[in-house]
Nanobody
């Protein structure tokens, strides 16, 4: 099992930046591919970004490509989501999640954090 705790959310103006962190504890962090998802009020949870166990393979949703960057530090048991050029439509609760292999489908992720709120004002 692995426990995940997100941090770094907050309120930011459009065009600004935030960096989310997700700290993992429990089983070996490097055994898991990691993903970021988000859910806005009244909408389905959607894929944002994912990274393989080694960090060599990354995936992004088209809506965030070129603006968001996922990275990980296996020595610190942490995955990050750097979010630049934020837009009001990025407003959502952001979740990190873990699974054995990198992927974009939320249903394939085994472990989830509690989420952190990101609000982008116009």
């Amino acid at each position: 099992q692995v426990q995940l705790v997100e941090s770094g959310g907050g309120l930011v103006q459009a065009g600004g930046s935030l960096r989310l962190s997700c700290a993992a504890s429990g089983r070996t962090f490097s055994s898991y591919a990691m993903g970021w998802f988000r859910q806005a009020p009244g909408k389905e949870r959607e894929f944002v970004a994912a990274i393989s166990r080694s960090g060599g393979d990354t995936r992004y949703a088209d809506s965030v490509k070129g603006r968001f960057t996922i990275s990980r530090d296996n020595a610190k048991n942490t995955v990050y989501l750097q979010m630049n050029s934020l837009k009001p439509e990025d407003t959502a609760v952001y979740y990190c999640a873990a699974r054995s292999f990198v992927g974009v489908s939320a249903s394939r992720y085994d472990y989830w954090g509690q989420g952190t709120q990101v609000t982008v004002s116009s």
